[in-house]
Structure formats: C-alpha cells, structure tokens
C-alpha cells in the first residue's frame, strides 16, 4: 500500500521530536529528512554512532517510518574535485541509511554546465551513479534520482538510470516537474514505472503566461497538477513506497500537512479500492 510522508523542509527549524509528532498528529506513515540544508532535525552526517542508534530507535518507538534521506548531492560537474567529492559524500550517506534502517537516497543530476554537452552530463551522471550503487548495493540502499532541474523530462532520468545499469539506481519521481514542462501524467508515469521508489509530491497553480517557471504551491487539490491520476496510475503497478510532502517554507505547516493527509488519503483509497 502506497505510504504518506513529509520532508522536513515543511518546517525545517523543527526538531525531530517534532516531525515525529506532527506525523502521529496527522496520520502520515514516513518522514524524509532533508540533510545538508540546516534543518533541526539533527539526522546529517556528522550524527555519531550513538545518536543514530537513537534516532533509529525513535522512529522505531514511534511507529514512524525513514523510508528515504533527502540529499543535494549531485553529480554533472565540470570539476573533477567536486565530482569526486560528491561521489564520496554519496557514499557517506548511504552508510547514515543503513545506519538508521532507511533504504533510498534522493540525489540530483543537477544543471548542465556551461560548456558541457547534455549527453556528456548523462553519461557522466550515470557513471557516477553506478559507482555510488556498488557501494550502496553492499548496504541495502537505492540511490533515486529526481525528476528534477536538467532532468525534468522524465524520459532523460530514466536514460540516465539505464545508463547506469544497476539494480539500486532508481527514480524518485517529482510529479511536478515533468508535469510543468508538458509532459502529461500517463507519459511521464510510463516512464518512469519500471524505476520509481519515491515519489514527491506538491500541487501547484501555473502562472497566467503558461510557463514552465513561477508556479506557485497550492494546497493539493486546489492547484493544477492533477495527483489524483499520478496515484490511479501508481497504483496499477502497486506502488508501495512514499508520497512525500515537499514543500520549500511555502506554506504553513499546521495547515498544509493536516489538509494534504485528507487529501492523499482520499486519492489512495479512489485508487486503490
């Protein structure tokens, strides 16, 4: 059965004991830590043995999954420096999952830069990737590429996850993204369903001109970004990992976490039967 969660960017100067309740207050399954963005939570890398043992217990105690750690590590960079060190935090990472018992890493392409050809960043992606996952694999951890700044097309994440060609590379699928630069759900799910492990979920009001760009949060179902078929379709093929609830100090937490539960709650059960 598909699962409901939050990131803590819906309140990232609250601790983890307050994650953990307002997710028992409102009925989520799972929380998704954003590390490396300052939050209170306390679950970043340098958290010691003895703190994630804690953590893990806490969840555990609660009743409240850690299904996924949400990074900003990326890996379509021109710098040999950094992409080693990007690869290298990555790997950092996936020992913190296994450490605290959660099993996907959110990663990003990330931008193309200037003077790189796209398919020499994919490949370059995917290569790093595939190094990532030999060590992942050994720990019981996917690393789920975003739908998500050069790969908002879902067609170019999966391109790149093949390129890859491991079993612990996947997609965490931004139903946004791909939706606000034209893609329509059907198309994009078809893409990604033989790879999604996440998924992130916000609706969203288009802005007047159309554009991909300036969309603004909305509480779900009062936007345009039509969930309700994102989870009819996720459940055809029994999805049974997250919906995570990303949204960026957008909206007010005691009021979009309780409403988007209902909501998520009432499509799943539509689609689910």
């Given at each position: 059965m598909m699962k409901i969660s939050f990131m803590t960017f819906v309140a990232p100067e609250w601790t983890l004991e307050e994650h953990l309740a307002a997710a028992i207050r409102y009925g989520y399954d799972a929380i998704e830590p954003?590390?490396?963005?300052?939050?209170?939570?306390?679950?970043?890398?340098?958290?010691?043995?003895?703190?994630?043992?804690?953590?893990?217990?806490?969840?555990?105690?609660?009743?409240?999954?850690?299904?996924?750690?949400?990074?900003?590590?990326?890996?379509?960079?021109?710098?040999?420096?950094?992409?080693?060190?990007?690869?290298?935090?990555t790997k950092q990472y996936c020992d913190l999952c296994a450490d605290l018992g959660a099993q996907n890493i959110r990663v990003f392409g990330g931008p193309t830069p200037t003077g790189m050809d796209f398919a020499d960043a994919k490949k370059l992606v995917a290569q790093s990737l595939h190094e990532c996952a030999e060590y992942a694999a050994e720990r019981g951890v996917y690393l789920c590429i975003e739908t998500h700044d050069a790969y908002c097309n879902s067609a170019d994440a999966v391109e790149v996850v093949r390129t890859a060609d491991h079993p612990n590379v996947a997609i965490n699928w931004d139903i946004m993204h791909p939706y606000r630069f034209g893609e329509s759900m059907e198309t994009a799910f078809n893409n990604v369903k033989d790879y999604v492990r996440h998924c992130h979920i916000h609706d969203g009001t288009r802005p007047d001109d159309g554009s991909p760009n300036g969309w603004t949060l909305a509480l779900m179902g009062e936007g345009d970004i039509p969930h309700d078929e994102a989870i009819k379709l996720l459940a055809t093929i029994d999805y049974d990992g997250s919906l995570s609830g990303e949204w960026i100090r957008a909206l007010e937490a005691e009021v979009v976490l309780p409403h988007d539960a209902q909501a998520l709650r009432e499509y799943i059960a539509a689609a689910e039967g």
């Open positions: 954003r590390c490396e963005a300052d939050h209170a939570h306390g679950v970043e890398l340098d958290t010691t043995k003895k703190q994630r043992a804690a953590i893990k217990q806490q969840f555990a105690d609660c009743g409240v999954l850690l299904t996924t750690i949400a990074t900003s590590r990326r890996y379509a960079l021109d710098s040999d420096h950094e992409l080693r060190e990007s690869i290298d935090l």
